[in-house]
């Protein structure tokens, strides 16, 4: 009987691999070849000379040439461009981490009569794109604010359109938590103030970091705005690359290496805390 059992040719081996489908392989496969390939490219066509990308465009670089990086490094408006770019991304993530928590703190812990209208305010809120509100927003902060040409001037608009993704992460986490450690926390006199700041907030990490992550990204990467609002010495990173490649558009390496150094901090941020933004994910949604 149990060499019968031995000799019985198990289920399904020959139409799994690795303990998934082929298919599935494949088509992760194709979307890593699709996603990261033009990253690839614009970061080895950066070691290449012109006359290489013309000849083969499709080869790879040789002999190495490390001056089209090194011209865009010792260029003063890529760095100018840099600045700006790490100043408008780190007040927009702060903004919208701080607001964000506030704001998603009562619609989780607290009952109150119209909290479920009030969060899908911030549920709709993510139908809005900048974009369909782009020219109201350059009057107000150009005419009204005084704040055209100023990092606060697009931090605060980007902040504000981030925050019902930032809400609608943030709300499972703080519901999740037991209300145990929060009665426990009164009963040994802990204010409210004192709960929401050494205990809910420690323990909401990932999805702040996840947030955080995510606002810092999405400004980073921001042009519309940039576009309208800063001109100059203020412009970011995306319109730097636009003036770039406008200038030089005959030197297509020097481009590339301009695009790659651009790219480099947000993903540089993105994995080495993709971890915990997938964890953060995760319990958004298991909320």
């Given at each position: ?64 040439v490390f001056s089209n990086y090194k011209g ?216």
């Amino acid at each position: 009987m149990s060499d019968a059992v031995a000799r019985r040719p198990k289920r399904g081996r020959g139409h799994t691999f690795g303990g998934g489908s082929p298919l599935v392989y494949l088509i992760a496969l194709i979307v890593v070849a699709i996603t990261v390939g033009p990253v690839l490219y614009g970061a080895l066509g950066g070691f290449r000379t012109n006359a290489q990308i013309a000849d083969k465009p499709s080869a790879l670089p040789d002999p190495w040439v490390f001056s089209n990086y090194k011209g865009v490094l010792t260029n003063s408006s890529f760095w100018h461009y840099a600045l700006n770019s790490t100043a408008i991304a780190a007040i927009t993530t702060v903004v919208t981490v701080i607001f964000g928590v506030m704001a998603a703190y009562p619609l989780a812990r607290y009952q109150f009569k119209g909290r479920e209208p009030m969060f899908m305010v911030f549920v709709l809120g993510l139908l809005f794109p900048a974009a369909v509100a782009i020219i109201p927003l350059f009057i107000i902060v150009t005419r009204n604010l005084s704040m055209g040409n100023t990092w606060w001037g697009v931090a605060l608009p980007q902040a504000a359109f981030a925050l019902p993704m930032t809400v609608v992460i943030l709300r499972p986490f703080l519901m999740a938590l037991p209300k145990e450690l929060e009665e426990a926390a009164m009963i040994d006199g802990t204010s409210r103030i004192g709960l929401f700041w050494r205990i809910l907030l420690p323990l909401s990490a990932p999805g702040l970091i996840t947030v955080g992550v995510l606002a810092f990204v999405g400004s980073w990467n921001a042009y519309l705005l940039p576009l309208l609002l800063l001109q100059g010495d203020m412009r970011t990173l995306p319109l730097g690359v636009a003036d770039f490649s406008t200038e030089h558009s005959a030197d297509t390496a020097g481009v590339l290496a301009f695009t790659t150094l651009s790219m480099i901090p947000a993903l540089i941020l993105f994995l080495a805390l993709q971890r915990r933004i997938v964890s953060g994910l995760q319990g958004a949604v298991k909320g």
